[in-house]
Every structure is written in C-alpha cells, then in structure tokens.
C-alpha cells in the first residue's frame, strides 16, 4: 500500500475498470490515477485502485475507515 500509493478492494465480478474508478471517485471524493483488477482462483475479484501522487493511501485508508 505505502510504496505503490494503491487501496485494494474486492469488487463485483461484473464490474470493469471504469464502473470501479467512477464508483471510487464518486464514493469516496477522491482521485484515482489508474485502477488494475484481478480474477482470484476462488473467483473473487479484486481492484488496485493507485491514487494520485499528491494522496497517501494510508491517509486515506484511515479516513475512509478501511484502516
């Protein structure tokens, strides 16, 4: 989280990399820079939502209440 400036979430499998950064952007009131998913072998899937430069994941995670 700290190196890469990313939050990770497990989305709808039916959601795709637009659905997740507008809901992001949209629900939290922050911007995402980049958004990569990933189908787990359980058939969960997962978002790395990579914030801004000018944004600290952790500061976020923790104002958002993930953290």
């Known amino acids: 989280m700290l190196e890469s ?3 990770v979430f ?3 499998k039916r ?3 637009t659905i997740i950064k507008d809901t992001f952007e949209k629900m939290f009131k922050i ?3 980049k ?8 058939g969960k ?7 801004a430069r000018d944004l600290n ?11």
Request: net charge positive; hydrophobic share 55%.
């Open 45 to 51: 899937k997962k978002a790395f939502v990579m914030l």
């Open 15 to 17: 959601a795709d990399k």
């Open 57 to 67: 994941a952790l500061d976020v995670a923790k104002r958002i209440k993930i953290l």
């Open 35 to 42: 958004v990569n998913t990933l189908m787990t072998p359980d």
């Open 5 to 7: 400036n990313t939050l």
């Open 10 to 12: 497990v989305v709808d």
């Open 31 to 33: 911007r995402a820079k």
